[in-house]
């Protein structure tokens, strides 16, 4: 089992940039695919981003295509957000997940979740 904190959340304006961050434990995090979800009050949690092990597949939401880029650290067992060009429909709490492969990310049943972090955009 992989245990994931996720940091870097924060209040911004809407234009505005943040980088999440999600630390691993566990020597097998290499092995799995990593994904990033979000859940607004009163909205189901709903897919972001995804990335595979090897690092050379990626997925994104369409909301967030180009806008926000994936990334890992296989060494330091990190997953990262980088958010840019904000918007209000952005505030949500931040989860990153593991998942065996990036096909089945959102299978919400399997693989790990962390804690969650507050994004609040302001208008």
């Known amino acids: 089992q992989v245990q994931l904190v996720e940091s870097g959340g924060g209040l911004v304006q809407a234009g505005g940039s943040l980088r999440l961050s999600c630390a691993a434990s566990g020597r097998t995090f290499n092995r799995y695919a990593m994904g990033w979800f979000r859940q607004a009050p009163g909205k189901e949690r709903e897919f972001v981003a995804a990335i595979n092990w090897s690092r050379d597949t990626r997925r994104y939401a369409d909301s967030v295509k180009g806008r926000f880029t994936i990334s890992r650290d296989n060494v330091k067992n990190m997953v990262y957000l980088q958010m840019n060009i904000l918007k209000p429909e952005d505030t949500a709490v931040y989860y990153c997940?593991?998942?065996?492969?990036?096909?089945?990310?959102?299978?919400?049943?399997?693989?790990?979740w962390g804690q969650g972090t507050q994004v609040t955009v302001s208008s």
């Open positions: 997940k593991t998942g065996p492969s990036i096909s089945t990310i959102t299978e919400t049943n399997v693989g790990s």
